[in-house]
């Protein structure tokens, strides 16, 4: 044995990174929600042709000889706001099948079975008097009751007077029932039970032991819902205040784009785009969260939305522009491909990931600042009270689509050609200053061979935290034929 091997022998194994405990299951809940957020453009693409200014009446219904267009305005109105008023039963569905492994239909209808039972129970439990001496739901007033106090007359003359109470978790309570649901088949959906009750066991098991178990959890929910309600309720409303809107937006957008690359970011926007501040319609339905509140009318939504059109369309692609410009000579060819297919994506549907992966990870620092940036794009747009907003991501085609009914979209655009500029130099003047290694500017292997490109490896990462990998490699294990070699399995833009 030689000196050099002995000491190469006797050189300290390299220690293996601890997980953080909870952080693999939060990746997996992020990934989930992709599944029920799918289904936001159908809703908002249909709501929004249903409006009046679309194919209504004051729109395509109202041209000569199209009058015919009303009732199919009312018809596409319908099927949108049928999705929209039910996003807590598609997260509850959509969360079971996303987070299960293995999921299949008895998982679906555990969710659906788990979200039916939890509703029903707390509507009985919601004028219940608590313990403390309160209601377990909040109290509000009949839908007549302000008429009736104007007239003068006696409200408990009129049934549409009388207060009702409510236990409202929204969508947050789809997406719980969703993970207990797919927690519950991972356990049960094998088991077997005694000969009489065989017909039971197994995944038809999986949906009965759901109904159990959302009682419980509605219990707990009942008995939590005041102090949930004040803080939720407490918080939504400050942070939807114009007052603070923009302090709230700044720190909502640069959050966001700090938990992308842990594909944690979708646990974020659950509570702004689903859940904060309230919108009653015309028709007296009541519209919760940023999205919801925005296609159905609320001048104050995009509070959570409007900042993102001018990265997304804009800034992004300049960024691209940028790592494009600064790539190696030998490799400027093939990065400007790349570069502009991502850029395109970012514009059109605001799917950003494959950009921000290629850079996220190189250049941290220059990540950290585009997430500033972001978030000072989304205070911009709501000091100077531009509102605009999507059914899926702040891309072109939902920015055209709700251009009507956006404020000051313009406007929007002209911060986004500002954003663009700053983003570009930013991008430029870091990338070269610092030699970051960027796709395009990875390092030469030993006979000038490229090394794998950075943008590849993104890529893979970008599809990982989608759960796009995931979907492939449980596609392939229920196909075996259509399994591929691990190498070929990455995509290339």
Known sequence: MTAATAGAGSAPAP???????????LQRVGRSLMLPIASLPAAGLLLRLGQPDMLG???VAGWSGMGWMQPVAEILGAAGGALIDNLPILFAIGVA?????RSDGSTALAGL???LVLTAVLRVMAPMTAPWGDTFGSEAPGSCAETVAEAGLNPDDFACAASTYTINYGVLGGIVIGIVAALLYQRYYRIKLPPYLAFFGGRRFVPIITAVAAIVVAVVFAFIYPVFDRVITGFGDWVTDPGNSVLGGFVFGTVNRLLIPFGLHHLLNNLPWFQFGSFEAADGQVY???????????PTAGV???GFFPIMMFALPAAALAIWHTARPSRRKATGGVMVSVALTAFLTGITEPLEFAFAYVAFPLYVVHALLTGSSLAVMNALEYRSGFSFSAGAIDFLLNFNIATQPLMIVVFGLIYAVI????FRFAITRFNLRTPGREEEGAEGAAVPSVFDEAQEAAAVSTGKRAAEEEAGSR?????RDPGAGRERT
């Open 57 to 59: 009446a004051d729109g």
């Open 423 to 426: 983003y570009y130099f930013v």
């Open 304 to 306: 959570f939305m409007t």
């Open 288 to 298: 919760y969260g940023d999205i919801a509140r925005f296609l159905n009318g609320d």
């Open 15 to 25: 220690k293996e990174k601890k997980p953080i405990p909870g952080f693999a299951q």
């Open 97 to 101: 099948i996303g987070y299960a492994r």
């Open 113 to 115: 079975v788990g979200y």
């Open 479 to 483: 196909d075996p034929g259509s399994r």
